[in-house]
C-alpha cells in the first residue's frame, strides 16, 4: 500500500490573496508496513506479551538487580520482535525465555564478568558440613526472605535452572532447549542445583541460631 | 538397584521425568531402603519449600508500557491516541500551524489523494473490528478477560480458603445451583478459593487453583442439555483454554500453564468429582 499521508492547509482567506493554497505532508509511517507491520505487532503482541511476568522473573534472577531486568527484558522483546518470523512454535514461553536469557547473559559478560564465574564466598560457606538438620530446614521451609537469600547466593546457572523448573514449571526438554544443555545434563545440574541451596539453607539457619 | 544409583536419579523421579521403567525401580528400591525414602521425602520438602518460597518477580506495569511503546517506535506505529490528539489541534488551531507551512507545492492533487487513503486506512481498520466473532471465540475473549481482570485487580477470590468444605457451602448459597468443588493439593493443584463470576450471560463459578506460581480458574455453570460434551481445547494470546462438560455442569478451565498441565487437572478433577 502506498504511504500513508497526512495532509493539512490553512483556511483562512487572507491565504488566497497573499499566495497559492499550500499544503504540508508528514510521513506518518516508514514504507509501506501500515498493514503489514501492524497485524504482525498485533500478532507478536498476542503471542508474547502474556509472558512478560516469565521474562521479566527470569531475568530478575538472573542478574539480581531490578533495573537491569526491566532493560534487558525490554532489548528482549525488541529482539524477539525482530526475528518474529523464524517463530512458527507453539512454546511462545519457551522461545521468549531463551532470547531474554540471552539478553541477559550478554549484559552479565559485559557488566559483570565475575557473576559468571561461578565463585562464592568462601568465607561463609566454607564449613563443609551442614550446621543445620534437614528437619531443621524443613521448619523453615515457608520463610520465603531465607529462600530467596539462600537463592540469590547461588551461581547463575543454578538460580537460572531452579528459577525455570520451580517457577516456570518447565520439562528439562524444554529447559534444555533454553539453556542449550542435555536433558540428562539438565538432572544432574538440577541435582547440583537443589543440593547446593540446601547447604546454603543449612548455613543461613545454623547462623540464625 | 544400588543406593547411589536412587540417589543419582532421585531429581529425575521427583521431577517425573523418568521413563515408567526406571521410575518403577526407584519406586521400589524406596520401598525397600529406609534411608533413601528419607533422602526423598527430604528432598521433596526442599523441593516444595522452593516452589512455594521462592519470590515471583512479576513484571511492573511500565515495563509493559515501555516495551509496547518501544515496539511500536520499531515498527514506526504511532499510537491512536496522539494521533487524535494531533488532528484535534490541527482544526483548533491553524494559525500555530501555519509557520510550518511548506509553498510550492499544488495542494488539490496530493490533499485528494491523501484524504483517499486516510479514508481507505481508517474503513479498513473498522472493517476488521465489525467481523462477528463465533460465538466459542466470544467465549473465550470473556474467559481469558475475567481470567486476566481476576490477577489484574487482585481481586482472585471472594472466598479464600483450601478447604472444599467452605468454599462450596459459600458459592451454594450465592448461586441458583451447586458447583462441584474438590481440592487437588495432593495432585498438586491446591484449591485457593472461589469467586462469583458473570459469563455468557449468567453469574457462574470460579474456582481458583494454583500450579506453582501458576493460576487456573475453573468457570463452571450448568450445561444446557444439547451441549457438546466433547473437551475442547483453544490457545489464545498465550492463554490456554481448555473446555469439557458433563451431564450437569459445563466446564472452562483457563489458564497460562501448559496444555499438559491443564489435561492433568482436568482428569484430577474429573477423578474427583462424585459421578452421577
Known amino acids: 500500500m502506498a504511504l500513508a499521508l497526512k495532509a493539512q492547509h490553512s483556511f483562512e482567506t487572507e491565504d488566497f490573496e497573499s499566495r497559492r493554497k499550500v499544503v504540508k505532508f508528514t510521513v506518518l509511517r516508514k514504507a509501506d508496513p501500515d498493514h503489514v507491520g501492524g497485524a504482525e505487532l498485533a500478532s507478536f503482541e498476542e503471542t508474547m506479551l502474556p509472558h512478560l511476568d516469565a521474562a521479566h522473573n527470569l531475568a530478575r534472577w538472573l542478574l539480581r538487580n531490578e533495573q ?103 520439562s528439562y526438554k524444554e529447559i534444555g532447549e533454553i539453556v542449550k544443555i542435555p536433558a540428562g545434563t539438565v538432572m544432574s545440574r538440577l541435582a547440583r542445583a537443589r543440593a547446593k541451596l540446601k547447604e546454603y539453607l543449612a548455613v543461613r539457619i545454623g547462623k540464625e541460631r | 538397584m544400588i543406593c547411589e544409583e536412587a540417589i543419582k536419579l532421585m531429581d529425575g523421579y521427583l521431577d517425573g521425568e523418568l521413563d515408567p521403567m526406571t521410575s518403577q525401580k526407584i519406586e521400589q528400591h524406596l520401598r525397600d531402603c529406609r534411608k533413601c525414602e528419607e533422602a526423598y521425602e527430604a528432598h521433596t520438602a526442599l523441593a516444595h519449600a522452593i516452589s512455594r518460597g521462592a519470590p515471583y518477580y512479576k513484571a511492573p506495569t511500565e515495563l509493559r508500557e515501555r516495551i509496547q511503546s518501544s515496539l511500536r517506535d520499531a515498527v514506526g506505529v504511532r499510537d491512536s491516541r496522539s494521533a487524535a490528539r494531533e488532528n484535534r489541534a490541527l482544526l483548533t488551531s491553524p494559525r500555530a500551524e501555519r509557520r510550518l ?18 479514508a481507505a486506512i481508517i474503513a479498513s481498520s473498522l472493517l476488521s473490528q465489525l ?27 471472594d472466598v479464600a480458603s483450601s478447604d472444599q468444605h467452605t468454599v462450596k457451602p459459600w458459592l451454594d448459597t450465592k448461586l441458583d445451583f451447586a458447583p462441584p468443588v474438590v481440592d487437588l493439593s495432593s495432585e498438586g493443584f491446591p484449591l485457593i478459593g472461589g469467586r462469583l463470576d458473570y459469563l455468557d450471560n449468567r453469574p457462574v463459578a470460579a474456582l481458583v487453583y494454583q500450579r506453582r506460581k501458576h493460576f487456573i480458574n475453573l468457570f463452571v455453570w450448568p450445561a ?29 478451565a483457563v489458564s497460562d500453564v501448559n496444555v499438559n498441565d491443564l489435561q492433568t487437572f482436568r482428569q484430577q478433577f474429573e477423578t474427583r468429582t462424585p459421578r452421577h
Not at chain 1, 565475575?114 to 521448619?139: K, N, Q
Open chain 1, 68 to 170: 537491569d531486568a526491566q532493560d534487558v527484558v525490554q532489548e528482549a522483546y525488541l529482539r524477539a520482535f525482530k526475528s518474529f518470523g523464524g517463530f512458527h512454535g507453539s512454546n511462545g514461553r519457551a522461545w521468549l525465555l531463551t532470547i531474554v536469557r540471552n539478553t541477559s547473559y550478554t549484559l552479565l559478560k559485559k557488566n559483570r564478568a565475575v557473576d559468571l564465574t561461578t565463585t562464592f564466598d568462601e568465607e561463609i560457606h566454607a564449613t563443609g558440613h551442614e550446621s543445620a538438620s534437614p528437619a531443621a530446614i524443613l521448619e523453615h521451609a515457608e520463610d520465603a526472605e531465607l529462600i530467596r537469600k539462600a537463592m540469590d547466593e547461588l551461581p547463575v546457572d543454578f538460580r537460572e535452572i531452579l528459577t525455570l523448573r520451580h517457577q516456570e514449571g518447565l
Open chain 2, 101 to 118: 507551512v511548506l509553498p510550492e507545492i499544488p495542494w488539490n492533487w496530493l490533499a485528494l489523494a491523501a484524504a483517499i487513503i486516510l
Open chain 2, 131 to 157: 467481523r462477528p466473532p463465533t460465538s466459542d471465540q466470544f467465549l473465550a475473549t470473556q474467559l481469558i478477560a475475567s481470567h486476566v481482570r481476576s490477577l489484574m485487580a487482585d481481586h482472585l477470590t
Open chain 2, 224 to 252: 444446557a442439555s444439547d451441549a457438546s460434551k466433547a473437551p475442547k481445547t483453544i490457545t489464545r494470546q498465550g492463554y490456554q483454554l481448555l473446555h469439557w462438560a458433563d451431564s450437569d455442569f459445563n466446564y472452562w
